[in-house]
């Protein structure tokens, strides 16, 4: 046994743990307030008799006798509860008793039919019912934090509140519109309440209002209609102006009122106020952005005072998020570490293992040319691929059988650019590296059954170990390997079948981009520093998502619309998580390449975690039987020509692959 070979993946198993430990240990420190904050995981089933996940960050001064105010914070939209747990942890460390939310259908909380969805603020107004019973809960100071479709929540919440205990003091609205309108024009639904709105000037959902053509106006609107302002202007639109007025018709009012100032308005006894607060952001900055977080502490401050010494500016979530990246990079570590320790070192799983690869020199010009002429086109098409898509609407489509939007859609695209990349493997390979005498055996593509039987099992032992390694940290420790929609979390076994239904379309595209960047690509045409050359690669592999994603924000900052891909809020949400994860997860398929030789341990590793990622945290909606999907016929169609396609080349390659050795 190669001795080498064997203590470099322990070594880097060590690491891999000791960063693990340290970025778990640093965020539990933070998240618990050094101890002083509890953090309780608690599922009920809600007075609508649904089942409810929250989690209650209990500071120390909260107690029976010496009660705190409370305030629920909801996510937004697929997404879960962990996605605003720093505010959660902040509003803790000054002494709220802050109540996380996953909305009914995401998280931990149960899914619901679309007739169903809007029970009780999507969830937020039955954690309120759940929260007043807490002894330690102040309830004469209640409060809701909504972030994007947590805000729309906040305001169905209240409106049951109105109807109900009438418990809810005060609301901020993070990137999300104000209610200001209803059947019959203008009105005030939050009365004698503090409401604050953070509006940024680049908001791709909110802040827009849309002339109507009969002299009346509504928000809301799409972001590629006509008529339509731009959220840069939004505080002195009329939604925001009759916001601050209090509901009143904005054509009957005489002064403009402006951001940041807080107008107080006395109802019979009791004083509500409004304010607006702006940014120069887009709507995902709600997830991270320092100034959001200040003005979120400032209000609460001003409308619930605790009696804090710190200031609005004193946050160390900020830090929080740097020890849950080491922890997540640890995890990824981990599992890449072992399939190569597996693969490397294991006598069952040996015959996975082609040694070490040195990147491949380049034959001639005619090499580089094809390699970038590959990388063009690929990208192109890709990015067509993309506005096709989106153009027929499939961003949000879901069904019968892909009961989640997200999933089904990025699982298409996947399938689809992967389909599409082996088509170019096919007409590279025919038109110039049989000539040139590639091998797929030298290269790892040609395998035998046993070792290919080996590489999944390697694969799959490496992503049981990852999830495992997830729920054990989440059990003892309460920790996740989350960041916003980067990441891993426990899940429910109620998400498994919808991982299972999309994992073969990841599949395609990883093993298939593992194949391209490893045995066609593991070359010198990006310099012949291997380092340089895996980021070069896992960067061109990202650049269609990324151009998509830059494309969309760009055209929207100069113009406040982007009719291009079918409407900018598709586009947007359909690929923004993805430039992160494909530049890592084929990084990843790079370096188990240079380890092993073999391509289809990146493949495989990645094309499942994919599929864990997504399903892991998005929404899930209950199918009602007999309801019509538009665009069924369309996506099955292309879900049958991607695996076609790719079917028919892979026959093609190995059979001219087997004429070539016959040859010889």
Known sequence: MNEKKLSRPLISLIVSIALIIVGIAGSFILQTNSGKTTIRNVTIESESGHTLAMDVYIPENATAETPAPAIFVQHGGNNNKEEMQHY?????????VAIG?????????????????????????????????????????????????????????????????????????????????????????YGARDVAVLADKNDEFFFS?????????????????????????YVINNSAQSFLYFGIDPATTSEQRVAETVYEQDYGGKTGSRQIFVSNETHMAGWWSPLVMNRV???????????????????????????????????????????????????????????????????????????????IIGAVLSILMIRFLNKQGLASYRDALFHSANPAYHGLISLLCGALTLVLCTVWYMAYGKKHGFS??????????????????AALLAVFALILM????????????????????????NRIPGM???????????????????SFNF????????????????????????FVLCYVYGIFKATGSNPMFGGLASAATAVYALPGFIFVAILICRLLYQHTGNPYLGGIFCGVLAAVSEWGICEIRVHTPGTQYAGTALVYALIAIGFVVTIACAVLLKKNNAAVQAHK
């Not at 799983?349 to 001639?364: I, K, S």
Request: net charge negative.
């Open 440 to 457: 797929f055996r030298n290269t790892g593509i040609a395998i035998s059954g046993h070792a290919l039987l080996k590489s999944i099992g």
């Open 88 to 96: 959660c942890i902040e509003l803790a460390r000054r002494g709220y």
């Open 297 to 375: 502490l400032t209000f609460f401050n001003r409308v619930m005072p605790t009696g804090t010494a710190l200031s609005a500016s004193s946050y160390t979530y900020t830090i929080w998020n740097i020890f849950k990246i080491i922890a997540l990079s640890g995890l990824l570590l981990f599992a890449g570490s072992l399939m190569v320790w597996l693969v490397n070192s294991v006598k069952t799983f040996q015959c996975a293992d082609n040694g070490e690869q040195d990147l491949r020199p380049v034959g001639d010009k005619n090499a580089v040319a094809w390699f970038w002429g590959i990388q």
């Open 101 to 189: 939310v996953d909305m009914y259908g995401m998280g931990e909380s149960e899914p619901l039919p679309d007739s169903e969805w809007l029970t009780q603020g999507r969830g937020l107004y039955d954690a309120v019912r759940y929260g007043v019973t807490l002894p330690y809960v102040d309830t004469d100071r209640v409060s809701l934090l909504g972030y994007s479709r947590g805000g729309k929540a906040a305001g169905e919440a209240l409106q049951c509140d109105n109807d109900s205990l009438n418990v809810v003091k005060a609301i901020f609205l993070i990137h999300s519109d104000p209610i200001v309108r209803n059947s019959e024009g203008y009105t005030d639904v």
């Open 523 to 546: 070359s010198t045409a990006l310099g012949k520093n291997k380092l340089l050359s895996n980021l070069l690669i896992s960067f061109i592999a990202s650049v269609p998502t990324l």
């Open 500 to 518: 299972l239904l999309v994992v073969p379309m990841y599949l395609v595209y990883y093993i298939v981009m593992s194949i391209s960047v490893n």
């Open 209 to 233: 209002e849309k002339a109507n053509d009969n002299g009346t106006y509504s928000n809301d609107a799409n972001k590629y209609a006509a008529n339509l302002s731009s959220p840069a202007e």
């Open 470 to 493: 997830v729920f054990a940290v989440d059990y003892f420790v309460d920790v996740n390997f989350l960041i916003v929609y980067w990441g891993f979390m426990k899940f429910g076994a």
